[in-house]
């Protein structure tokens, strides 16, 4: 059994003339299950279906279609994927089925032995990330908005006041823990980045951020 993980499309965030400028990292998962993690905004259909084309990917292939938190631009594509279940922060349905997960009380949602969806909330207060066992990458968490970028491990204020934080306390808390998960994360905002073992030494104490 193996996974891969491949960014389809970078997201990226910028202030430009009083306007955010605003769209999310969207991450194909291939292997036994084949997954997509948050789908852009929902003006982005063609670059989703390109991407998927690239990877030799049906939509009707996708069996979870996940938005790791209910902002409209990790949204914008869920109805392209209608053989899928979708995930959306702490919500699990098919059609007009919901199915109740305790993600509230830290419970992971198992897909298969090697990928599973974890509550991480902080960014909001239902976020997810999805967690991918791969033969190439080592652990890659897909982790939605809980890292805006990269540099946000050495500039909190991206994540706390750029992005927003309906739970800093938590966010924090849960940035630690995926940085001592991963070997590499995929953030809201940005691309893939490798987690360091300076990042890891920081997260054991608790807190990332600048020495
Ligand atoms: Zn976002």
New binding site residues.
Partial sequence: MSYSVHVLQA?Y?RLEEGVMR?N?TCTLVKGPATLIVDTLTAWDKEVVMAGLAREGVACDDVKYAIGTHG?S??LGNLNLFTAATHIVGFTVCHKDQFFLHPFETGEPYKIDECVQVIPTPGHTTADVSVVVKTAQQGTVVIA??LFEREEDILDPSLWRHT?GSENPEAQEKHRCEVVLLGDHIVP??GPMFRVTEAMKEMARKGKLGPP
């Fill in positions: 997201g965030s605003a999310c902002h631009d990790h939605g908005d992005a809201g905002h």
